[in-house]
Nanobody, 118 residues
Framework: QVQLVESGGGLVQAGGSLRLSCRASGNIFRTNARAWYRQIPGKQRELVAAITNGGSTNYADSVKGRFTISGDAALNTVYLQMNTLKPEDTAVYYC????????????WGQGTQVTVSS
């Protein structure tokens, strides 16, 4: 099993910044990627950014140039630096981990609320 704990959410004004952290524990050697997803009530969870243990990253078009995902080589801790935040970034943000043999992310944190006021 892999446990993920997010932190760093909160309330910020539009144009501001926040940094989310995701700390992993347990059998993390079984995983090779982390991602940040977000969800607005009534909508599907969407991928925000992802990183592999090789350092490859990808981002949703809506956050490119504003958000940066990073982490150590073992992905013990992964960060999401969010700059120039917009009210439409308001959501619950979830950290996820993917097992080496899996196509999808199957380990999830409890989520952290990010609220951007206009």
């Amino acid at each position: 099993q892999v446990q993920l704990v997010e932190s760093g959410g909160g309330l910020v004004q539009a144009g501001g910044s926040l940094r989310l952290s995701c700390r992993a524990s347990g059998n993390i050697f079984r995983t090779n990627a982390r991602a940040w997803y977000r969800q607005i009530p009534g909508k599907q969870r969407e991928l925000v950014a992802a990183i592999t243990n090789g350092g490859s990253t990808n981002y949703a078009d809506s956050v490119k140039g504003r958000f940066t995902i990073s982490g150590d080589a073992a992905l013990n801790t992964v960060y999401l630096q969010m700059n120039t935040l917009k009210p439409e970034d308001t959501a619950v943000y979830y950290c996820a981990a993917r097992a080496k043999w899996a196509a999808d992310y199957d380990y999830w944190g409890q989520g952290t609320q990010v609220t951007v006021s206009s």
